[in-house]
């Protein structure tokens, strides 16, 4: 879906974020943290500030990073889906070795249920497929959002992901 493309009949209207949007997702990413039950501590918390510059630069590279979100009269920017493009080695079923990766799918409170992080996600998919060249996309679901993404096509992929955090004492 590109900006100017009229929304689908009874979705919500959706537009690419930009740097004056940063604040908006930083707060639209605690409101997701909060709800996954990770502490985000206070409005002040310097995880904040970081996260408000990393929106800022990386929203400045329109090739490889989109914002779609939507907004309320009432309350602003009420939902939003971020995608990056990462580069990993070619392959045979991927010779650009490009990859998407979801994240920061998250809609206020208040306004759930509504489509709008449905709205968001499709603006970003169709992103992913029309201005990119990435034919793989991934994400990480919580129990609340899984059934969203298997309604688009999302699956587990053939081998499971795994992760190891790495403690640094700090």
């Not at 490009?98 to 208040?110: A, K, M």
């Not at 201005?131 to 129990?143: E, H, I, K, P």
């Not at 969203?148 to 999302?154: A, I, P, Q, V």
Request: hydrophobic share 45%.
């Amino acid at each position: 879906m590109k900006e100017t493309d009229p929304p689908a009949a009874g979705a919500p209207p959706v537009r690419r974020a930009t740097a004056a949007d940063a604040p908006a997702l930083v707060r639209l990413r605690g409101l997701m943290l909060e709800a996954m039950d990770v502490p985000t501590g206070p409005e002040q918390a310097p995880w904040r500030a970081d996260a408000l510059a990393w929106f800022v630069e990386r929203l400045g590279r329109p090739e490889e990073f989109a914002a779609f979100l939507v907004e309320d009269r009432e309350l602003g920017v009420v939902s939003c889906a971020v995608g990056s493009c990462e580069r990993h080695a070619p392959g045979p079923a991927n010779r650009s070795g490009l990859h998407g990766h979801v994240f920061n799918v998250s809609t206020d409170p208040r306004r759930r249920g509504r489509g709008h992080a449905r709205a968001c996600l499709d603006a970003l998919l169709a992103w992913f497929a029309e201005d990119t060249g990435a034919r793989v996309v991934n994400l990480n679901a919580t129990a609340d959002g899984a059934g969203l993404y298997r309604s688009l096509g999302f699956a587990a992929p053939r081998f499971p992901a795994l992760q190891l955090r790495i403690d640094t004492g700090a």
